[in-house]
């Protein structure tokens, strides 16, 4: 089973997780910049960020065999304050790099005038250099959140079929359905999706366009939500080919309008086996180690 995690916060996770992730077939992940949980005060602080995730993780995850993207914006939650919005001059630079394959995590947190201009601005960059678009959906006030934003981006005349419409439930699916958006759904150990909620929204909706993720972060999370939610479509009569389709075609499709997945086998890898004696700017991930 090949396995293509959509939505993920590797940076926040440990090398143990990088070995599951593998062994449970995941093979490529998407990490969309987000909130770090402490507020930033300065735009270095996502300069630095956003150089973590096009360098260093992604050299990280290579190493346990794993294909690293991300995706680069501002997140909602800081597009209210506003030494954080000055990162919205130096967003186009990084929008250009290899390994960048989306805007986001865009949307709403708490819909305040300011989040709708950075939402806006930020559809605006993704259209204009031709990257999709991913969009979470506020945590409160859920239904009336999805609504607006799914008004944002019809009025921002990127193509839906370049935005995902991320963090849906049984509640938001059907308008984003209609709406020709991709429709995400992360997969919680105890809070908003399960695996086997999941596996019902399949049933009701159809394969296309449906993207599952772990979003799995700083917070109570499970890497391996993915893999628990291709277990439970199996198990409740959908084909591999059906899996296949979810966990790693639909996210080849959707990312893949970038231009910029490399889906190739990590050169050299073999699980269990030494790592090769490779360095990311002098540093190892074997820190002691002779390179
Ligand atoms: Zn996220």
Redesign the pocket.
Known sequence: MRIFDP?I?MSARTTDDYVAMYESGVRAVVE?S?WLGQPRTSVGSFVDYFDGLIGWERFRAAQYGIRHHCTIGLNPKEANDPRCREVLAVLPRYLAKDGVVAVG?LGYDSMTPEEDEVFVAQLDLARDVGLPAVV?TPHRDKAAGTTRTLDVVRDSGIGSERVVVDHLNETTVAEVADSGCWMGFSIYPHTKMDEHRMVAILREYGTERMLVNS?A?WGQSDPLKTRRTAEAMLGAGFTEHDVDVVLWQNPVAFYGQSGRLHLDPVPGFVVHEPLAPTTFEGNSVLRGARV
């Open positions: 939505h916060h969309p987000f995590e979470h979003a972060d």
